[in-house]
C-alpha cells in the first residue's frame, strides 16, 4: 500500500513559478513509476507528466514541455513538479499518482495505469 500527499500549490500571478511536492509512504519506493495529472475547472484529468525510476525517464504532455519540470527524490520518498511561466490555463487541481515497476525505464501516461493516487493541490494562475 502507497500513500500519496500532496503540497505546494497555491495562488500565484501569471508568469510565475510553484513548485509541488508528493511525499510517499512505503519503502519501495524507488521501483515506482510516478505520474502528475491535474484537472481543470469543468474538465477531464488531464495527464501532466510522468518519470520513472530516475530522471532520465521522463515525459510530459506537449502544453507544459519546457516550462515544466518533474523530478524524484528517492532518498525522500518524493517527487516534485516545478512549474514555470505558469498559465491562467494551468489552473487545476493538480494530482500524484504512483504505481509499482519491475522496469527501470517504464513511465506511464494514462490514468488507468496508476493504482494509487494522492487527493490533489489546487492551483491558481491569476491574469
Known amino acids: 500500500q502507497v500513500q500519496l500527499v500532496e503540497s505546494g500549490g497555491g495562488l500565484v500571478q501569471a508568469g510565475g513559478s510553484l513548485r509541488l511536492s508528493c511525499a510517499a509512504s512505503?519503502?519501495?519506493?524507488?521501483?515506482?513509476?510516478m505520474g502528475w495529472f491535474r484537472q481543470g475547472p469543468g474538465k477531464e484529468r488531464e495527464f501532466v507528466a510522468t518519470?520513472?525510476?530516475?530522471?532520465?525517464?521522463?515525459y510530459y504532455q506537449d502544453s507544459v514541455k519546457g516550462r515544466f519540470t518533474i523530478s524524484r527524490d528517492n532518498n525522500k520518498n518524493t517527487v516534485y513538479l516545478q512549474m514555470n511561466s505558469l498559465k491562467p490555463e494551468d489552473t487545476a487541481v493538480y494530482y500524484c499518482?504512483?504505481?509499482?515497476?519491475?522496469?527501470?525505464?517504464?513511465?506511464?501516461?494514462?490514468?488507468?495505469?496508476?493504482?494509487?493516487w494522492g487527493q490533489g493541490t489546487q492551483v491558481t494562475v491569476s491574469s
Open positions: 499518482a504512483a504505481r509499482y515497476t519491475p522496469y527501470r525505464g517504464t513511465y506511464y501516461t494514462t490514468q488507468t495505469e496508476y493504482r494509487y
Open positions: 518519470i520513472g525510476w530516475s530522471a532520465a525517464s521522463t
Open positions: 512505503g519503502r519501495t519506493f524507488s521501483s515506482y513509476a
